[in-house]
């Protein structure tokens, strides 16, 4: 079995390259996964405005969800193709804060265009596991953000308590 180097090793042989080798490298590993083609593309386009590169991303995936079946079945596939992608996209962000902007948003839309009597479990439960993971992310900020994520996610918590009947955490 082929035996793989560390981190720190690979980072060294990286070190002990030409800029013309690293290129070769980079654009070869592009060519082979599509997470690492959108990784490159968004450090090298659009690294240096990443709140801008966001809002495209929003903008794409809000055609998502005006464009959502209204089964339910249909309906859940779909939104975890939005959560799948969101999540995909802060990773090539690494920034919490637009992660929960991210997921803030989310949860607006889910409120906005999913059929809140919903009785279909799943369904529900993808609304519920984002409030989850936005009080999580919000522990890692500092407190002044934390104050101010938490009057968003508030707002929003109210908004889903008044307009279903089965959502409570």
């Not at 090793?9 to 080798?21: C, F, G, H, R, V």
């Not at 005006?66 to 690494?94: D, F, M, P």
């Amino acid at each position: 079995m082929v035996q793989f180097s560390s981190i720190q090793e690979q980072k060294k042989e990286l070190k002990a390259l030409s800029s013309a080798e690293l290129a070769e490298i980079c654009l070869r590993l592009s060519k082979y996964k599509k997470d690492n083609k959108e990784l490159l593309n968004y450090l090298l386009f659009h690294q240096h405005d990443p709140r801008a590169y966001i809002e495209s991303v929003k903008s794409e995936l809000q055609a998502e969800f005006e464009h959502l079946n209204t089964q339910s079945y249909y309906c859940s596939k779909t939104l975890r193709k939005i959560l799948r992608n969101l999540s995909r996209q802060a990773k090539y962000v690494a920034n919490t804060e637009l992660e929960l902007d991210m997921l803030l948003w989310f949860c607006v839309n889910y409120l906005q265009h999913v059929d809140l009597k919903t009785k279909n479990k799943s369904l529900q439960n993808i609304l519920v596991r984002q409030f989850q993971k936005m009080e999580k992310l919000s522990k890692k900020l500092h407190e002044d953000l934390q104050f101010d994520y938490q009057q968003e996610s508030d707002k929003i918590y109210k908004l889903a308590q008044e307009t279903t009947n089965w959502f409570n955490l």
